[in-house]
């Protein structure tokens, strides 16, 4: 399969008519390979060579929607130095708009060997996580009147916000049809959005729908992550919360409950938690940032970097000193309001988002970013303590 340079901007992966550009950050890795899957599990691992601005990048002619990927990113097995490069684990592209299948926990999806963790895993696991699709972002937001959807800008002192969960708004409602209930296309059914607008609702404000991970400890005892508070996609909608089993097609389902809640009258705002990742502490699974560029995206401690400052209670948090991480966050944040069309974010843990050293500064990068941002100053956002 060809592959041609392509281009380190944007990040993710970016479709065309002709086929789709992918680049991925990595300060610290020495090589990458992007693994394309077809239908049946099986892989081509292409070498992406070009490097600008620890970004690798490349263009892949004839690849399109719906196309599944992963990487493979090589470097230094350190872990008291902050390094977990292990090209074994495939690893899910942080700027995924659709994510298919799940992690099924098999000792293959963690970096090093269990009991032993310092020492390299090197079982292969792409057959046991995730997979990143390319997505299409072509969508029709036209109403059925020919109007185009357009932010409703109800103004704070007017709002009347409905916390939701997907599912338990809809799972067990008697007028949604059996194959909808628990999906987003639930959400925007008549019989729901009747009943927010009889209580008087201005605004549903979803819990989490950003993709996140059913945890292991969870599964052993028989239960599930119901609340969603462990995000490991923070592009793509929650690939359980759909009614289709393609990827493309969660967005779109997400992308038309949102329009028609707009219809309605209703602003959609999303409850997100970028304080930390499904990744969990240093015992936890390599499934993306950790593989990807450890030390950039997480705060290690700094007297033995195989360990992560925990201010979140999950085993990790996110490092908001790492432009990396910013962009990141300030990049996904947009996308869910250009791309999606969202009203606003409540924030997770907010005060974690403002840790640039070990207090939480009011003043911090992430606030004055978010502040002067033309995007995302401009819509509703609520701060959890």
């Known amino acids: ?21 992918f680049a991925l950050f990595s300060d610290g890795a020495e090589s990458v390979q992007l693994c394309l ?13 070009e490097v600008d601005g620890y970004v690798w990048h490349g263009y892949v002619p004839g690849v399109g929607p719906g196309q599944r990927y ?26 995924a708009k659709g994510i298919d299948g799940t992690v ?19 079982a292969d696991s792409a057959a046991h996580t995730y997979k990143s699709v390319v997505v299409d972002d072509l969508f029709d937001w036209r109403n059925t009147d020919g109007t185009m959807d357009k932010k409703l800008d109800i103004p704070y002192h007017e709002s009347l916000i409905y916390e939701a969960h997907v599912k338990g708004l809809t799972k067990l409602h008697p007028d949604v049809p059996e194959e909808l209930r628990g999906t987003y296309a639930a959400v ?7 009943h927010l607008k009889k209580l008087g609702a201005t605004a549903v404000e979803l819990m989490p729908v950003h993709q996140f991970v059913q945890d292991e400890r969870l599964l052993g005892m028989g239960l599930r992550n119901y609340w969603g508070y462990n995000t490991i996609g923070f592009f793509a909608p929650h690939n359980e919360y759909a009614s289709t089993s393609e990827p493309g097609d969660h967005v779109r389902e997400f992308k038309a409950m949102v329009k028609e ?31 990807i560029d450890n030390d950039a995206y997480y ?78 100053s401009r819509v509703k956002l609520i701060a959890e303590p």
């Open 104 to 122: 099924d926990w098999g000792q293959e999806v963690f970096g090093y060997q269990l009991g032993e963790p310092l020492v390299r895993n090197d």
């Open 299 to 376: 705060r290690l401690q700094e007297e033995n970097k195989e360990l992560y400052l925990d201010y979140t209670g999950t085993g990790n948090s996110l490092n908001v000193r790492s432009p990396h991480s910013l962009q990141l966050i300030m990049d996904s944040l947009r996308y869910w309001v250009n791309e999606m069309h969202v009203d606003g974010f409540r924030f997770d843990l907010a005060a974690t988002l403002a840790r640039e050293f070990y207090d939480v500064d009011k003043l911090s990068s992430f606030f004055e970013m978010v502040q002067q941002d033309p995007v995302i």
């Open 261 to 291: 809640l707009h219809r309605n009258g209703l602003e959609v705002i999303l409850d997100v938690v970028y304080n930390h990742t499904a990744e969990g502490s240093n015992l936890g699974p390599t499934l993306s940032f950790r593989g």
């Open 188 to 194: 925007a059914h008549p019989s729901v959005v009747a």
């Open 70 to 95: 992963g990487y493979r990113v090589d470097g230094p097995w350190d872990p008291a130095n902050g390094m977990r490069f292990n090209s074994a684990k495939l690893l899910l592209d942080p700027y």
């Open 1 to 21: 399969m060809e592959i041609w340079p392509g281009r380190d901007h944007p990040l993710g992966a970016h479709v065309d008519a002709a086929g789709t550009n």
């Open 37 to 49: 899957f077809d239908q049946d599990g099986k892989e081509t691992a292409l070498p992406l060579t």
